[in-house]
């Protein structure tokens, strides 16, 4: 009896056979290579597209998604990897959509992690660098995760640091902060004007697994003189595009094709 299961092991010969292309491949490359018919190999494609795994140009090319080179698989290198990738293209449209930097963040230990960000074009913008951590309590990352965490967990969080006065509109006191976490709860979304950084405004959106626990957060930071007249425009944008990651992340591979790929491939052409 075999030991293996025929489609498992497809899915990771196609995977294997794209991490080894350098310059991608077309769906009749792969077909050849793996000595697959065309119609299963572009299902197989398309699932793995779907969830992230793969990208697709113009000229209809796969290449494995630069998140899993950089990050692993999730499972044995960096756990947001498949995040990461599904979020890039949601992140594009959405800056592009707000005019706006697009942060992605999730909790590392005591803090919040940037994992991924599309910056503005605009000559004056928000910016940070990869991987900087900040603090639960006075950011739009920050508090989101808290709201949609655990009772417990959330009262960690908001004494996992102290709460320094970070500019003078920051929030310290504890019965303040968690009437705000309970509303950022209620709203579904939180905005920190200019608490964590003088000048800069953060507006941040949950981000669900697939079990509905709080994963990760959206967030466009904007310069705070902008957002005003950009509010509501922001706020929609923003909580539709998180709220698309989470269904990503929650549906499986088969539901994915139908509600994923208009999302990951717009824009491409026919399959070659």
Known sequence: MSETVRSAARVLDVLEHLAG?????SLS???HALELPKSSTLMLLRTVLARGYVTKDEADRYRLN???RSYGFGWGGHRFARLIALSSPVMHELCQAVDETVLLGAEEGPVVRTLAKVVSEQVIRYDVALASPSPFYCTAMGRTIMAFSLK???EAMLLASPRAKITPHTVTDLKA?????????DQGYAVVEEEFAAGGTGIAAPI???HGAIFATLDVGCVS???PAKRSRIIRELVAAATTLSHLLKTTAD???GAGIGIIEKGVGHEQ
């Open 29 to 31: 490359e792969v077909c």
């Open 21 to 25: 292309a350098q310059d991608g491949a």
């Open 66 to 68: 630069d998140s899993f």
């Open 255 to 257: 539901d994915t094709l």
């Open 225 to 227: 003189k902008r957002f």
């Open 208 to 210: 669900f697994d697939g």
């Open 177 to 185: 902060l968690r009437a705000i976490v309970k509303q950022v709860r």
């Open 152 to 154: 417990e967990k959330r």
